[in-house]
């Protein structure tokens, strides 16, 4: 449902195609799906920096970040986090047309919402990455101390705590970060991209 009327769509000369030949790679969007602390900012930030040196035009979008400026209105409700990831599924659209390896790491809950993501892009631009680790690690590892926030009440609808997180179905790559190191990651999702004819 598009809220206003009387709008027609305006068709660029340059095409998505034309920008792609340019760069020299493909254009699509590494989705790092995931609870907290199971490492989706840590191996993404790691994987663009290898990613740049090897001159791949990419663009990394990060929860935390994006909550600070597109997504400032947003809570975590599950109404706020659909809109939150519909949002930046659009906003890889846009990337992915402009020709980037676009990479981002949202939490993203909801099965469904990111099916939406996947549905709204053409086939193998979306390539769901299902960053596993177990709650007990993650809750362990805890970089910003939210688990024990959510644990001791002071943070209500915690994902794995007291909000849910429903696992990836049929990802394209799983990294399990209990088994991986970083560099073990890396190397798996630069296999995928390249054995796939992405870069
Ligand atoms: N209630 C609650 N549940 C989960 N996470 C919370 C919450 N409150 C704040 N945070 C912090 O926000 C980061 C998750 O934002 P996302 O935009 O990725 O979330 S979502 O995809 O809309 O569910 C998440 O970042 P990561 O730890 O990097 O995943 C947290 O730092
Ligand atoms: N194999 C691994 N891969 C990624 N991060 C790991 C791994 N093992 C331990 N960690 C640690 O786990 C934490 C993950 O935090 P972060 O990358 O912010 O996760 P997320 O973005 O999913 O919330 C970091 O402190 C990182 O050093």
């Known amino acids: 449902m598009t809220a206003s009327t009387n709008i027609v769509w305006h068709e660029s000369e340059v095409t998505k195609a034309a920008r792609q030949r340019a760069k020299g790679h493909k254009s699509a969007v590494l989705w790092f799906t995931g ?16 990613l740049h040196q090897k001159a791949i ?82 809750e362990e590892r805890d970089p910003k101390g939210l688990y024990k926030k959510a644990r001791s009440g002071e943070i209500k609808g915690f994902t794995g705590i007291d909000a849910p997180y429903e696992e990836p179905e049929n990802p394209e790559i799983v990294i399990d970060t209990d088994q991986l190191d970083v560099k073990g990651a890396i190397d798996l999702i630069l296999a995928y991209l390249s054995d796939n004819g992405y870069i």
């Open 57 to 138: 035009h990419t663009y990394r979008l990060d929860g935390d970040n994006v909550r600070f400026g597109l997504n400032k209105n947003l809570g975590f409700s599950p109404e706020d986090r659909t809109e939150n990831i519909r949002r930046i599924g659009e906003v890889s659209k846009l990337m992915i047309d402009a020709g980037l390896l676009t990479l981002t790491a949202f939490i993203s809950p909801y099965r469904e919402d990111r099916q939406q993501v996947r549905e709204l892009l053409e086939p193998g631009e979306f390539i769901e990455v299902y960053v596993k680790a177990s709650l007990e690690s993650c």
């Open 35 to 50: 609870l907290s602390a199971s490492g989706k900012s840590t191996i993404s930030v790691a994987l663009e920096t290898v």
